[in-house]
C-alpha cells in the first residue's frame, strides 16, 4: 500500500502531485519570522537590561540667599562681628576648621547656649554681681553643631562674649573657666560699647550653592576701612582687603551728621568688594551641615 499524507493531491493515475510553493510566499514568511524574533529579542533584553530611566547627573545648583538652611548658617558665621566677634574668618585667606583655637571654637559653641543652661551659683562678685555657672559638659555638647563630631576641645581660661540672649537685660559677660569645677563662672555686666560709627568691615550676604558633592557653600561680600577724624570731620578709606593695600576709594571731610543721614554701606562697592566663602559639610550622623573652611577672594 502506498503511503501517503492527509491533503495530498492525487492525479488522475493516482499519484501524488509536487507542489511548488511561490518564491514571493517563502520570502513574505522568511520576513514575518524574523520580525517575530526580532521583537522577542528587543523585549527579552529590555526587561533584563533596560527598562529604567536614565539618572540625571548630580550637578552644581543655585540656593536662594532666603533658603533657611543658608539665613541659618551664615548666621553661625557671622555672628555679631565687629562688636565683641570673632572676626578671624574675615581676615585669614583660608582657613580650615581644624586650625581655629580653643578660644575660637568657645565663641562659636557659645551661640548655641540656651539662658538655661546657666545656674545661679548662689554667690556674689565684690561689685555684688551673681555669678552664674556654665558646664563646660554643656559646651562641649554644642560644638558638633559647628565643628562636626570630629573635635576636640580644651577650656580657655576666659572670654569677654556676647550672649544673643539677655539676663536681667544685661547680654555681655566675662567667662572666667574654673578647673577645679569644670564650669565657667560667668558674670554679666553692661554693654560698656558704643555703637561704632565706622565699622572695620561691612558684609552682605550674596549667594550660595550646593556642590555636587553635597558641600553647600556660602558666598559673602566684604570691604575693609580706615577712618581718621579731623577736627569735625572724618577721613575714610575703602579697600578691597584686610591689610588694606588696594584701595577702592577715599572719602574725605564727613561730618559725623553725613555719616548717620547716610551711613557707609556695602551695597555701593559690591562690585569691587572682596568675597570670603564658607564652605559647609554635611555630618554623617545627623545629616546636618557643620563648618569646614573659608577662603577669601580678592
Avoid at 514568511?29 to 517575530?36: D, G, L, Q
Avoid at 558704643?194 to 550676604?205: A, C, D, Q, S, V
Amino acid at each position: 500500500m502506498d503511503d501517503f499524507k492527509i491533503g495530498d493531491d492525487f492525479d488522475e493515475n493516482g499519484n501524488a502531485k509536487e507542489h511548488k510553493m511561490d518564491k514571493k510566499v517563502v520570502i513574505t514568511i522568511v520576513v514575518v519570522i524574523s520580525i517575530v524574533i526580532g521583537l522577542l529579542v528587543f523585549f527579552i533584553s529590555n526587561a533584563i537590561f533596560g527598562g529604567h530611566d536614565e539618572e540625571e547627573p548630580v550637578v552644581d545648583k543655585q540656593v536662594p540667599i532666603s533658603d533657611e538652611n543658608v539665613k541659618i548658617l551664615y548666621k553661625y558665621v557671622s555672628y555679631d562681628v565687629g562688636n565683641y566677634g570673632n572676626d578671624k574668618l574675615l581676615k585669614g585667606t583660608s582657613i580650615q576648621a581644624s586650625s581655629l583655637t580653643d578660644e575660637d571654637k568657645l565663641y562659636y559653641a557659645l551661640y548655641f547656649i540656651p539662658p538655661e543652661d546657666l545656674t545661679y551659683s548662689g554667690k556674689l562678685t565684690e561689685e555684688k554681681q551673681k555669678i552664674y555657672d556654665l558646664s563646660v559638659s554643656k559646651i562641649k555638647k554644642q560644638l558638633p553643631r559647628f565643628f562636626g563630631k570630629d573635635v576636640s576641645f580644651t577650656p580657655p581660661a576666659e572670654l569677654q562674649y556676647k550672649f544673643n540672649f539677655t539676663i536681667n537685660d544685661l547680654g555681655v559677660a566675662k567667662l572666667t573657666y574654673s578647673e577645679e569645677e569644670e564650669v565657667y563662672k560667668v558674670v554679666f555686666s553692661k554693654d560698656e560699647k558704643e555703637e561704632e560709627l565706622i565699622k572695620p568691615y561691612y558684609t552682605e550676604l550674596s549667594s550660595a550653592t550646593k556642590k555636587a558633592n553635597g558641600d553647600l557653600i556660602i558666598n559673602e561680600k566684604v570691604i575693609y576701612t580706615t577712618s581718621s577724624k579731623e577736627g569735625d570731620t572724618y577721613k575714610i578709606n575703602i579697600y578691597k582687603d584686610a591689610n588694606h593695600t588696594t584701595l577702592i576709594e577715599m572719602i574725605q571731610s564727613v561730618t559725623e551728621e553725613d555719616l548717620k543721614a547716610n551711613p557707609i554701606s556695602i551695597t555701593k562697592y559690591k562690585d569691587k568688594a572682596a568675597t570670603v566663602s564658607y564652605t559647609f559639610k554635611v555630618n554623617d550622623l545627623n545629616k546636618n551641615y557643620y563648618f569646614d573652611s573659608s577662603t577669601i577672594t580678592y
